[in-house]
């Protein structure tokens, strides 16, 4: 069995082109879906160690990020749930696990409430139904102005982007893109912003209770913490009785890059 991925090229419902590793594998369907600014190579562990259990593994690029259409002119939420509807259809995936990292994880519980026959189980990495924030587009606008790009050398964006942690920057700097002067983000600060214009405005809570497949949170729990405070995560437990939630200490809001066999372990033991 080959241990690199095929790139396939699925057309979303507005013509924009995603692309997609396909790490093959012959049992049930996990489709793999990362964060904001993010990109399918950072779930490269995560994707052997599933393939070699037996399930069948893709990781989408999604709109915006990696390979796939950068600049998309629909960046809603909406327009991600769709690409999972089209991945899932033109793949030929049948009632996959969705598993996803932050804003990969928001698209997963809002393709499980808009389409409840569509996965199997949810796998929600640092991911939940959040609340209004008004400041989170100047926050994360002003994070990316702080990126010192281009980086001048692959071990520069590792020690930059992974703030002390090395697995966490090896997998950003991952999916950097290699030009002349240095390497730069495969995306666009602009489009990242817009891609939250939903997620500022309101929270999901109605469609998180509408979700009927099962369900894992894995949270982190490091020096960092992660992004699902107590009362969150509380009233995630309350709307949805039968949530498996994981703390995994010693790591933040990265945890599949930071922790992949732990995470691997979780999600086997879940879905057995």
């Not at 690199?4 to 013509?15: M, S």
């Not at 990020?65 to 259809?89: F, I, L, Q």
Request: proline share 6%.
């Amino acid at each position: 069995m080959s241990d690199k991925p095929v790139e396939r090229v699925v057309l979303a419902r507005d013509g924009v082109k995603l692309s997609c590793r396909d790490w093959g594998g012959p049992g049930a369907d996990v489709l793999l879906l990362h964060g904001l600014a993010g990109h399918s190579g950072e779930w490269d562990a995560t994707a052997r160690l599933l393939r070699d259990a037996g399930y069948r593994v893709i990781a989408l690029d999604q709109r915006g990020h990696g390979n796939s259409e950068r600049r998309p002119a629909d960046v809603s939420r909406a327009a991600y749930v769709a690409d999972v509807v089209a991945v899932v259809t033109e793949l030929g995936l049948r009632q996959p696990v969705l598993m996803g990292q932050s804003l990969g994880g928001h698209t997963a519980l809002l393709a499980a409430a808009a389409h409840p026959g569509l996965p199997r189980a949810l796998v929600l990495v640092e991911a939940g139904p959040g609340g209004a924030e008004p400041g989170l587009q100047a926050g994360i606008a002003a994070w990316f102005a702080d990126w010192p790009a281009p980086f001048p050398t692959r071990e520069a964006a590792v020690a930059y982007l992974g703030g002390g942690k090395r697995p966490v920057g090896e997998g950003w700097a991952s999916g950097l893109e290699e030009r002349g002067d240095g390497l730069w983000p495969r995306f666009d600060a602009d489009v990242m912003v817009r891609s939250l214009d939903d997620n500022a405005a309101r929270a999901f809570w109605d469609e998180w209770a509408a979700i009927t497949c099962p369900v894992l949170s894995v949270l982190g729990q490091g020096e960092q913490g992660g992004i699902i405070g107590a009362e969150e995560y509380a009233e995630m437990a309350r709307l949805l009785p039968g949530l498996r939630g994981v703390s995994v200490p010693g790591t933040g809001h990265d945890t599949h890059l930071e922790r992949p066999e732990v995470l691997h372990s979780l999600v086997m033991g879940f879905l057995g």
